[in-house]
């Protein structure tokens, strides 16, 4: 699955959309999804959390792992996807739509992240 | 470190866009896909199965059968010509070194199947312990390929390409039999709770041979299986696997698998490695056990894992997880844990430490899947 171009990314593999209203999208990448194989459990921040960039606020269970789930981005978490703690293997068939995590109002301008081709490049393509 | 070992079928493997593992020193495919779908392939359809990681070594003479009934806890001599057995290599505090399946593939010939992690381990006490017996042991891990087909459908696939006797091949039994034109021996054993074949072939012919079987099961579901599907499958079905359940600080007995030791022997006058220290062994575990192997289901999500503390209501340590994973076929996560006899009975609750959050979980007895018959 490529690396939709509208979105931006961290090297710890979220992924993050341009804030519309000062409010980002946030998930997990195709290629995150794919490593960690069938997601089964998901633990989000709850709403009106702050979360900050590059720190742990979550963590996604699979088959054979558990995985920290890091922030892209600083700011006060507005909405959970409902959807995927209720059935987390969304976030491998669809990782950057239905299997989207939560929602930040952002607070500042996310550093470090990468463009779509930087991060395809860093993947391996 | 070197590189890490690759089966006859790793082109195959990586051809089919497999995720790969290293696994004991072998790359090996992990999934090829959905470890979930995978499992339920096998469940409910059939998988197929890579497994030339294990280790087999062939142990023949007019001594073989009494060498392994003196290195082995079993009682090999008395298996019947094209039969196999579940077993276990102890050391002589009779600590387990590896479960082992054994294969008598002739009157004065047996296959002595290992885990990869342990087949040198085992290759070496057969070695020593065959002295003074009139029995050769060999090497034959890079002899064998090894493919498993798994499930309800394995025996319609397989009687597709082989004109082998597969209804008088029993549970546990095998053959040597043509399969798509290959010699091989056809075993009906396997790791996944499921009916099912190993097919243990030259390494050459194990690229025809998956071939074949992937398009004689191309209509009935076959999947290709990777090797995290055929762990939940085991953890289903009760399976042991070494070095989570098994280890040289258990004896058989602390592993509630007592009966595979065989004081009964008649060979050798019923000596054999480890038999002083096993006695002691089965004599604790009637009286006095220490921790018992139970299985563990969880009501939550969160999935106990290897490794992790089982606590009682008061949150003190009453055991530890061996293994864990969702169980796709209950929809639950499940484990097996070692915990204190006292509160090892079915139907009680304890409560499993996940990360720092006590996790109630209620002990079953083993096996969490047992298929209909």
Not at chain 1, 14 to 43: F, K, M, N, R
Not at chain 2, 46 to 62: C, K, N, R, Y
Not at chain 2, 108 to 123: G, P, R
Request: aromatic letters at 6%.
């Amino acid at each position: 699955m490529s690396n939709p171009q509208h979105l931006q990314f961290s090297k710890e593999h979220e992924w993050l959309t341009a804030a519309e209203g000062g409010v980002s999208t946030i998930g997990i990448t195709a290629h995150a999804a794919d490593a960690l194989g069938d997601i089964v459990y998901v633990q989000l921040p709850e709403v009106g959390d702050t979360v900050t960039a590059g720190e742990t606020c979550g963590e996604l269970e699979s088959t054979k792992s558990v995985s920290d789930l890091y922030s892209p981005a600083t700011g006060e978490v507005v909405e959970v996807n409902q959807a995927v703690i209720d059935e987390p293997a969304l976030v491998n068939s669809a990782p950057f739509e239905g299997g989207w995590l939560f929602k930040v109002r952002l607070d500042g301008e996310p550093a470090d992240l990468l463009s779509a081709d930087e991060y395809t490049a860093l993947t391996g393509g | 470190m070197s590189s890490p070992r690759l089966t006859a079928l790793d082109a195959l493997h990586r051809a089919l866009g497999a995720t790969m593992t290293d696994f004991a020193g072998w790359d090996m495919p992990l999934r090829y896909g959905s470890e979930r779908e995978e499992h339920l392939a096998v469940r409910t359809k059939a998988g197929l199965f890579d497994l030339s990681h294990m280790g087999e070594i062939t142990v023949s003479g007019p001594q073989a059968g009494e060498l392994l009934d003196h290195a082995l806890v079993g009682f090999i001599s008395a298996l019947g010509v094209l039969r196999a057995r579940y077993t276990m290599i102890c050391a002589e505090d009779g600590g387990i070194l590896d479960d082992l399946i054994v294969y008598r593939t002739a009157e004065d010939e047996y296959m002595v199947v290992a885990n990869a992690s342990n087949a040198q381990v085992v290759l070496d006490a057969l070695t020593a312990r065959a002295e003074g017996f009139d029995a050769v042991v060999r090497d034959d891990r890079d002899a064998y390929a090894l493919i498993a087909v798994q499930g309800p459908e394995a025996n319609g696939i397989l009687a597709s390409v082989t004109d082998a006797d597969l209804p008088g091949l029993k549970y546990y039994a095998l053959l040597p039999a043509t399969v798509a034109g290959k010699q091989v021996w056809l075993a009906r054993t396997g790791y996944t709770g499921e009916d099912g074949f190993e097919i243990f072939s030259a390494p050459a012919d194990a690229e025809h041979l998956w071939n074949a079987l992937t398009e004689a099961g191309q209509g009935a579901g076959l999947v290709p299986c990777g090797l995290s599907c055929r762990d939940t499958l085991r953890l289903e079905a009760g399976m042991p696997l070494y070095g989570h359940e098994l280890n040289t600080e258990l004896t058989p007995f602390d592993a509630g698998l007592g009966r595979v030791v065989r004081f009964d022997k008649t060979t050798n006058g019923g000596a054999f490695v480890g038999r002083k220290a096993l006695e002691q062994a089965a004599a604790e575990a009637e009286t006095n056990p220490p921790r018992v192997l139970v299985g563990l289901v969880s009501e939550g999500r969160r999935v106990p894992r290897a490794e992790y503390a089982v606590v009682d209501a008061e949150g003190a340590p009453i055991g530890r997880i061996t293994s864990g994973a969702p169980s796709p076929t209950l929809g639950k996560p499940i484990a097996i844990a070692y915990v204190d006899a006292a509160h090892a009975t079915p139907g009680g609750t304890v409560a499993v430490d996940v990360r720092g959050k006590h996790e109630p979980v209620q002990v079953v007895a083993l096996p969490f899947y047992k298929r209909a018959r």
